[in-house]
């Protein structure tokens, strides 16, 4: 039962749509640089996991011939190099370790063995990111 001289009132005004338009634009305006930040590491981890197809390929080389299989890293560049194949890396390599030894000079190489063990290698990536393969895994992951 309503009383007499009390008036219902349905809907919204002008000023609150506006005032709830302008909250979900400052809400969206704080969310996309996240989600740019959330892009440029799928593109990063895209990249790693395409250079871990690529070293899976070795490593079956390896075993096949019997052979180790060598693969080279140079500093300043974001490939690596196996044969005729050309590996790259989502930086450029500012700084590399072999079995825990700075190997000296713009190149280094690592291998991957027959019985499929990998050197251990540590790279830092211009950004700052540091890779690092484990002997028995074979592959980078993000250290």
């Known amino acids: 039962m309503m009383r007499q001289g009390s008036s219902t009132r349905r809907g919204l005004t ?23 930040v959330a892009r440029s590491g799928d593109a990063f981890t895209r990249t790693l996991d395409a250079v871990n197809v690529q070293l899976d390929a070795v490593r079956e080389a390896a075993l096949r011939d019997g052979l180790p299989q060598t693969v080279e890293v140079a500093l300043g560049e974001d490939t690596l190099r196996w044969r005729d ?21 713009l190149r280094m190489v690592f291998h991957i063995h027959p019985c499929g063990i990998t050197d251990e290698v540590r ?7 540091a890779l690092k393969i484990t002997p028995l895994s074979g592959h980078f992951a993000v250290d």
């Open 14 to 36: 002008l000023i609150e749509i506006l005032v709830v338009m302008a909250v979900v634009a400052m809400g969206w305006f704080m969310l996309l640089p996240r989600l740019d």
């Open 85 to 105: 194949t050309e590996m790259t890396l989502p930086e450029t390599v500012s700084r590399m370790l072999v079995n825990g030894e700075n190997p000296g000079g």
């Open 123 to 129: 790279v830092v990536l211009g950004n700052g990111a």
